[in-house]
């Protein structure tokens, strides 16, 4: 149980262009959700956390309008990365957590590559 | 907010020997640890996590020793193997059963484990 999974796992876009990435939840109902970026060989930076049915919280220096989160329902939410730069080239990997769990679940991460 | 530090960040012992990573953290108030193997391009998987009413968890090899009024953390893993080499995440939360319960990761260690 508790399978989180993400959709692209890789996705090569061009610079300007924005891109969505899908998280869910398989098999439970997550209240929350968390949004991580890694960069090669760094530890994994929150960059929001998103309540169903709520406005994401932004982490300092995390740029709202270019990294557009939404969560509508129990089991999906949305990272759009909007004008996509080659610095925006990472990993991003979300995580899912029910209602007053304390275990975050992770998704397999989406690796973005901005050319 | 909440600060972790990680120590070493590159770990390299012989097959068989034992690794200990130590982790410390700012904010008295968190009072969940876990402890994340990522291997490259993969998901952060638990091994093993520890609340603050308790001053030691053990799981076969791995155990976790937590030191409340130090605010530091460490993980232990005896007869150490090939397979155990990956980075190493630890993390701090503050938990209340609310809507944010965001986890603070350490800067990783990278074990090696030398066959």
């Known amino acids: 149980g508790a399978v989180v999974s993400q959709h692209p796992s890789w996705v090569i876009c061009k610079s300007g262009t924005s891109v969505k990435i899908e998280c869910r939840s398989l098999?439970?109902?997550?209240?929350?959700m968390f949004w991580y970026r890694q960069f090669p060989k760094q530890s994994l930076m929150l960059m929001a956390t998103?309540?169903?049915?709520?406005?994401?919280?932004?982490e300092q220096g995390v740029e709202k309008d270019k990294f557009l989160i939404n969560h509508a329902s129990l089991t999906l939410s949305t990272l759009t990365v909007t004008s996509a730069h080659p610095e925006d080239s990472s990993f991003y990997i979300c995580?899912?957590?029910?209602?007053?769990?304390?275990?975050?679940?992770f998704g397999p991460g989406t690796r973005l590559t901005v050319t | 907010g909440e600060n972790v530090e990680q120590h070493p960040s590159t770990l390299s012992v012989q097959e068989g020997d034992s690794a200990v990573i130590k982790c410390t953290y700012s904010?008295?108030?968190?009072?969940?640890f876990p402890w994340y193997k990522q291997e490259l391009g993969k998901r952060p998987q638990l091994i093993i996590d520890?609340?603050?009413?308790?001053g030691e968890k053990k799981d076969q090899r791995i155990a976790v020793t937590l030191n409340k009024t130090a605010k530091h953390f460490s993980l232990h893993i005896t007869e150490t193997q090939p397979e155990d080499s990956a980075v190493y995440f630890c993390?701090?939360?503050?938990?209340?059963?609310?809507?944010?319960?965001?986890?603070?990761f350490g800067t990783g260690t990278l074990l090696a484990v030398q066959p």
């Open positions: 998103s309540n169903e049915g709520s406005k994401a919280t932004y």
């Open positions: 098999d439970f109902q997550a209240t929350t």
């Open positions: 993390a701090a939360s503050l938990n209340y059963g609310g809507a944010t319960n965001k986890l603070i």
């Open positions: 904010d008295s108030a968190s009072n969940y």
């Open positions: 995580s899912a957590r029910t209602s007053g769990g304390v275990e975050q679940y």
């Open positions: 520890i609340r603050s009413n308790v």
